[in-house]
């Protein structure tokens, strides 16, 4: 299906943050549109799940929705907690118990580490799903993150086999991308927890029309069968034109092509 996307051509955009710039690359199939957006620094193999996830859309369509909108939190109770050092990853937990907390969400790439925090923490412990298929017993829930999953239907089989209730944490640049975690958990056969969050430059930074942009409305996303295609004139706002940066990503995009 790659044959069918015009990758060449694909507009390489660019949206204002808090952080920087990130920078996405849109994909035009036969179905409509995706969006290209792995983390900078991203690996060739990182890339081709993520430029997976964008053809998903834009070619085979996702799975169909079983609720037709999904709920949605801004990550206030749900603190972020980096496990490199285990001691102060507990103690860290610990200063959190007075606070009004849904469950941790725990930065860790050592199995063994999250293991040794959730055995000493009392609050529910939530890690990325590809940590839980090394190790099922390391956290309570598995974040489910549809980019580097590799799309919807890559990240519904791995919630299937972890077997553990799941959150789908947002990872899209633009609600082109956003779409797509919606359309994630939508399809899930059960949603234990609202999803989220959404990304605070939406607002003022999308590239879809405004009656299109996925801004939550009474604490709610709707799910839809595809993504909206981008605003002509919000695309060429958002454009990136310095030609080294675009063919950094058109280069990533080729290599992540040549992959699949």
């Known amino acids: 299906m790659r044959t069918l996307i015009d990758f060449d051509d694909a507009p390489v955009i660019a949206v204002p943050t808090a952080a920087g710039p990130r920078h996405a690359v849109l994909v035009e199939g036969p179905q409509g549109w995706g969006e290209f957006s792995p983390p900078p620094g991203?690996?060739?193999?990182?890339?081709?799940?993520?430029?997976?996830?964008?053809?998903?859309?834009s070619t085979v369509g996702w799975p169909d929705a079983v609720r037709g909108r999904v709920p949605v939190d801004d990550g206030t109770r749900r603190p972020t907690v980096?496990?490199?050092?285990?001691?102060?990853?507990?103690?860290?937990?610990?200063?959190?118990?007075?606070?009004?907390?849904?469950?941790?969400?725990?930065?860790?790439?050592?199995?063994?580490?999250?293991?040794?925090?959730?055995?000493?923490?009392?609050?529910?412990?939530?890690?990325?799903?590809?940590l839980l298929l090394?190790?099922?017993?390391?956290?309570?829930?598995?974040?489910?993150?549809?980019g580097p999953s590799g799309g919807v239907r890559?990240?519904?089989?791995?919630?299937?086999?972890?077997?553990?209730?799941?959150?789908?944490q947002f990872t899209g640049t633009t609600s082109i991308g956003l779409a797509a975690d919606v359309?994630?958990?939508?399809?899930?056969?059960?949603?234990?927890?609202?999803?989220?969050?959404?990304?605070?430059?939406?607002?003022?930074?999308?590239?879809?029309?405004?009656?299109?942009?996925?801004?939550?409305?009474?604490?709610?996303?709707?799910?839809?069968?595809?993504?909206?295609?981008?605003?002509?004139v919000r695309l060429q706002r958002f454009a990136v034109t310095d030609a080294e940066t675009v063919e950094h990503w058109r280069g990533l995009l080729r290599r992540a092509a040549a992959i699949l």
């Not at 991203?42 to 859309?57: G, K, Q, V």
């Not at 980096?82 to 937990?93: F, L, P, S, T």
């Not at 190790?135 to 549809?146: F, G, I, K, S, T």
């Not at 958990?185 to 029309?209: H, I, K, M, N, Y």
């Open 42 to 57: 991203a690996d060739d193999a990182l890339a081709a799940r993520w430029l997976t996830a964008a053809m998903e859309p």
């Open 82 to 130: 980096a496990a490199g050092d285990v001691e102060a990853a507990v103690a860290r937990i610990a200063d959190l118990r007075a606070e009004d907390i849904e469950f941790v969400l725990l930065e860790c790439r050592d199995p063994a580490a999250a293991r040794s925090v959730r055995r000493r923490a009392d609050v529910p412990i939530a890690v990325d799903a590809a």
């Open 134 to 146: 090394a190790d099922p017993q390391c956290a309570d829930l598995a974040v489910l993150r549809c």
């Open 154 to 168: 890559r990240a519904m089989r791995r919630a299937e086999k972890l077997g553990l209730p799941v959150v789908v």
């Open 183 to 232: 359309a994630l958990a939508a399809a899930l056969p059960q949603l234990l927890f609202a999803c989220g969050p959404v990304p605070g430059w939406l607002a003022e930074a999308d590239v879809v029309s405004e009656a299109r942009s996925l801004i939550p409305r009474d604490a709610h996303l709707p799910a839809a069968p595809m993504p909206a295609a981008p605003d002509p």
